[in-house]
């Protein structure tokens, strides 16, 4: 049994699930659903970084008279689905290999702001938004990682209608429109609640048009971790999902390309 089974096995077992089955029978019964887009050329990057590249250094038959294919890529942190650690934006706060891996998983709470963000393109979720969920489902659970479903994730990796531009460098930060956290909510989740971390179908926890990125120095300031350009939220429930989300372990990272999947266990 490797780490990442094991690791699963006790969430379920935490979150009650598996007092009636045989542990891994949950894991074997489980709908797994990825939150993740394919890196490629066409992957989303802030308007001043470099998208990624990916580059053939063999593909064919070889001199020995087999197949063999071998390649090689490039790319900045922060682009495409991906994590951000929290010395980001917090001095001395953890990179990408000192956050713990126990703060790497936890229970999914989706937030649906879909219809708000669709007639205003810079939509911050609020206090309020948060509120709402508690009340339909609860309070928001300890160690919860919460995801933002703004509806931008059917864009994607559309520049235009995702980001609000096609301009590159200064211009295109200057032109960013898409939604994001409220500062205050930012700050309601550090204080009130105790979580993991946010993720959104957007390229950034602020929103497109933020010039202080508030809500990035508020949850990292916390050691809290952050994901962004997410895929399928749609596909998850409100509630009951468990979030796996392992990104890349660059020594001294700011952030770094993302796997993020999440777990729908059967009732």
């Known amino acids: ?130 509120q709402s969920w508690e009340e339909k489902n609860g309070r928001i659970p300890d160690g919860a990682i919460v995801l933002l479903n703004t509806g931008f994730a059917q864009y994607y990796p559309d520049k235009l209608k995702y980001t609000g531009t096609m301009l590159a460098g200064a211009a295109g930060v200057e032109n960013l429109h898409f939604p994001g956290l409220h500062p205050d909510a930012a700050k309601w989740l550090v204080d009130q609640r105790k979580i993991k971390a946010v ?4 390229p950034s926890i602020d929103f497109g048009q933020s010039k202080d990125f508030m809500s990035h120095r508020i949850l990292y300031a916390r050691n809290l971790t952050a994901y962004e350009n997410l895929a399928n939220l749609n596909s998850l429930p409100a509630k009951g999902s468990w979030i796996i989300a392992l990104p890349m372990k660059i020594r001294g990272g700011s952030g770094a390309p993302l796997r993020i999947v999440a777990l729908i266990v059967k009732p």
């Not at 993740?36 to 970084?49: G, I, L």
């Not at 942190?77 to 936890?106: C, M, R, W, Y």
Request: net charge negative.
């Open 1 to 130: 049994m490797n780490r990442v089974t094991a690791l699963l096995i006790g969430l379920i077992l935490i979150a009650g699930c598996a007092h009636h089955r045989d542990r891994l029978s949950v894991l074997k019964e489980g709908r797994w659903i990825d939150l993740t887009w394919s890196f490629d050329e066409q992957s989303v990057y802030w308007p001043t970084n470099i998208p990624v590249r990916h580059e053939t250094v063999f593909e064919g038959m070889n001199d020995k008279g087999y197949y063999y294919s071998s390649f090689k890529f490039s790319a900045e942190e922060h682009g495409g689905t991906h994590f951000d650690a929290p010395i980001h934006f917090a001095k001395g706060a953890n990179s990408v290999e000192k956050v713990p891996v126990e703060q790497l998983v936890g229970e999914g709470v989706v937030v649906d702001v879909t219809a708000k963000a669709a007639v205003d393109r810079d939509y911050q979720v609020s206090i309020e938004d948060f």
């Open 199 to 202: 993720g959104l179908d957007t």
